[in-house]
């Protein structure tokens, strides 16, 4: 009787998928993305123009960096022009260089990091599917991006901008690039996926993994 009781309990517990769906929370992509404070931006004090030459510089480093040019090729040499104009400017160039560093850094931290509150929670969340395992238009698993388009063009969204999804039941769709919602239960749990392109494959970070019971076509 006593086992009885305990396994009525649990199945009471975890409850059925229109259950879950009812009493999920709604959430916005916003939601997915932890508060912080506001990264400092040496850069919001420079001008436009200064803002361009700096973007160009940081292209013919990077590119001198990688072997793509050298030292005695004309671009690097517009490099040079472009840190001797700065620097006429009164601009540290080194410091900027060494600030844009930091931020580039900071940020790519900060595009990982997800909201620990979500993990375990039970949640609706509207966004666009594409599809990872599929048998025609029946979808088992997706990643789930905020735009259409994304994860298609380069650079993909952020990892904490990305929910890779495993359905319990394969969801069939008109077109598997509408928009649509999903419930489920959120954890805050990392996956790379490879997602296929016409031309090829990469592979695709997402800091949250969500358990899909029920899919719906999108509305307001």
């Known amino acids: 009787m006593v086992r009885i009781l305990a396994t009525l309990i649990l199945v009471l517990s975890v409850g059925s998928p229109v259950a879950a769906a009812e009493g999920a929370r709604k959430l916005e992509w916003d939601d997915l993305v932890p508060q912080a404070e506001p990264l400092e931006n040496p850069f919001l004090s420079l001008t436009m123009d200064q803002r361009t030459d700096f973007e160009i510089l940081i292209g013919i480093l990077d590119m001198e960096k990688r072997g793509i040019i050298t030292r005695v090729n004309q671009t690097y040499e517009d490099g040079v022009e472009i840190r001797h104009k700065l620097e006429s400017d009164g601009l540290d160039v080194d410091y900027l260089l060494a600030e844009f560093d930091r931020l580039e850094r900071e940020v790519a931290k900060r595009n990982r990091m997800a ?54 039941q394969s969801y069939k769709a008109d077109d598997l690039y509408d928009p649509v919602w999903i419930t489920g239960r959120m954890k805050v749990q990392a996956a790379n996926k490879s997602l296929t392109y016409v031309d090829g494959s990469a592979g695709i970070d997402a800091a949250y993994t969500l358990d899909g019971v029920k899919v719906e076509p999108y509305e307001e």
């Open 115 to 168: 909201v620990g509150a979500l993990d375990g929670q039970t949640v609706r969340i509207p966004g666009y599917a594409l599809p990872l395992e599929h048998d025609g238009t029946a979808v088992t698993e997706m990643l789930l991006v905020p735009y259409v388009g994304a994860c298609i063009h380069v650079p993909p969204p952020p990892a904490n901008q990305i929910v890779y999804v495993r359905l319990n």
